[in-house]
């Protein structure tokens, strides 16, 4: 776990890294508002909840949340504390805590949970990505949905990093489903690459 966090540290945890962030969106062209429109289509045809907290985990610096607060009571968290600033003198309204995906605690529940921009790539192992989706169930209300946007599937003439965890549809829907989640993978639905796909995942039961 020490080194997984010393690879992200590295990768988007200093100053330099995360006040490059969102110049570097920016110029990749990466929409945020259309992504947030495509959000909203999925959580009006499939969260059954009644409440709109909305939890967004790995919220980088804000970009999401800029637009999603405008209809959900929202939360962002995020490993990096120097994102975090930038979010919090970018948006407004929206309450931010530092935490790690895997092991991120709160009192209350939520009625959605996202996690975009391939950020459960960083849970790094199967254990940890079981750990990390169960901990998502875990605060979500019963009819409550999660809305996971993966990383890219393996390709055979492709250099596999360590620390990310690639794309397995079959996998995930099993663990997923193992933990008690209706879940499907919606391969022609994407945010940022059509190669992507989303899943989308809805709490049925009450915990046990």
């Not at 429109?37 to 409440?51: A, C, E």
């Not at 990383?151 to 099993?174: G, I, M, S």
């Not at 489903?177 to 809805?202: C, R, T």
């Amino acid at each position: 776990m020490i080194e997984r966090e010393n690879i992200l540290q590295k990768q988007y945890g200093t100053k330099k890294k995360a006040e490059a962030y969102d110049p570097w969106t920016k110029k990749d062209k990466k929409n945020y508002k259309a992504e947030v429109k495509k959000i909203l289509r999925l959580i009006s045809k499939y969260k059954k909840s009644k409440s709109e907290n909305l939890l967004d985990i790995g919220c980088g610096t804000g970009s999401h949340l800029l637009y999603l607060r405008r209809n959900f009571n929202c939360t962002g968290i995020d490993l990096s504390n120097q994102m975090l600033k930038i979010a919090k003198m970018k948006v407004k309204g929206v309450r931010f805590k530092q935490a790690d995906m895997t092991n991120f605690k709160f009192e209350e529940k939520f009625d959605i949970i996202i996690s975009l921009f391939s950020v459960i790539l960083y849970s790094s192992t199967y254990s940890n990505f079981k750990k990390t989706v169960k901990n998502m169930y875990n605060h979500l209300e019963v009819g409550g949905i999660l809305i996971l946007e993966p990383f890219f599937q393996k390709t055979k003439n492709e250099k596999v990093q360590k620390y990310y965890l690639y794309n397995e549809p079959k996998k995930w829907l099993k663990i997923m489903k193992s933990i008690g989640f209706e879940v499907k993978f919606l391969k022609n639905v994407w945010l940022d690459n059509p190669k992507k796909g989303l899943y989308v995942a809805i709490k049925k039961r009450v915990d046990k």
